[in-house]
């Protein structure tokens, strides 16, 4: 049997109407349980280690590059590039704070600058040109955004999270939601919430956590649901490790292998996929044996709803895992 945390009140409504995918079980060969090296592979999309552009990066580069808008591949809330997104051919925009969002110094600057590359000559004023053409228009399609977008979720953070305070999910999904709602030509959106690396008192810091990350994308949902964009939006989940299922003298438990994900959203075929890990069947660790391979999601995410090549991107096929509706065009 099977349940949900008594704080993932939206989600279990969502999943009720057969828009929540619980893919148990997932995991990838010869499991890392550090941090950096589980991080790069769940980025990368490459348990070897060898590849350093993201999955979604490449995904940018490959499938959306003759878009050539910044806005097409956007991380929200966070002040670096999420090295999923990360690719040298890939254009892309970060934004911390939208409301900070401009030329350092102000209107005065801006204008200067765009005086000064409009008088640099030969190739380097080119390139400024360019650089600050797409800068200038970057920053005049968010100012136009914010102007247009009324939210429609409840966006106001009622839970009280000490472990993620500092991660501002509902703000960095609200900036999600406008993109889409306004048209700006976003295609993939990252963002990320921390505090999941329960080592000790995991039962009040995880129902804490659930009950954040259930107000932050219920709010998201219905966001997109009231402007009529939720048919072209999936959210879909990850981290770089499970936990192990035994717990520790801490009252917590430690990095672990196989965890389930979740996919959110009306193109999902909601219900549970994949096989149930063994609690009696571990591994020479004590780890959950996996078995999903994780790049059976990303294969599914990019065939499925991004409309891009899986084996072009990730380089081989894998075990289909159909949580995906018939595709109705995609962010």
Partial sequence: DFGLNQNLKNLKSL?????????????????????FESIRVWETGDPTRRQV??????????????F????????????GVPGALRDLQATLTVINNQKAVGFSGG??????????????????????DTAVATATETVRTLRESAQKYTPMGDYSDKA??????????????????????????????????????????ELNRH??????????????????????????????????????????ASGGTDHGAASPLI??????????????????????????????DFRS????ILGGHLGADPKEILGDSYEKIPFLKTPVGAF
Wanted: overall charge negative.
């Fill in 263 to 292: 996919l959110i959203g009306n193109p999902v075929k909601g219900g549970i996929y994949g096989e149930t890990p063994s609690l009696t069947n571990l591994d020479g660790t004590g780890n959950l044996k996996y078995t999903v």
């Fill in 160 to 201: 009280k999270l000490v472990y993620a305070s500092k991660n501002q999910l509902g703000q960095a999904l609200q900036l999600a939601s406008e993109l889409i709602v306004t048209g700006t030509g976003v295609k993939l959106l990252h963002v990320t919430l921390g505090g999941f690396d329960t080592h000790y008192t």
């Fill in 68 to 79: 050539g808008h910044p806005l097409t591949g956007c991380a929200c809330g966070t002040t």
């Fill in 207 to 248: 129902d804490d956590l659930m009950g954040y990350l259930d107000e932050a994308v219920g709010a998201f949902y219905s966001d997109l649901q009231a402007h009529g964009v939720a048919d072209k939006v999936l959210v879909a989940t990850w981290s770089e490790f499970g936990r192990r299922p035994k717990e520790n």
């Fill in 15 to 35: 999943f009720d109407q057969g828009r929540v995918a619980i893919v148990q079980g997932v995991g990838y060969p010869q499991p890392s349980f550090s941090h």
């Fill in 297 to 300: 999601i990303y294969q599914e």
């Fill in 53 to 66: 552009d993201g999955w979604l990066g490449r995904t940018l580069a490959k499938s959306y590059d003759s």
């Fill in 107 to 128: 209107s005065e600057v801006e204008a200067a600058v765009g005086t000064l590359y409009k008088n640099t000559p030969g190739i380097y004023g080119a390139l400024f």
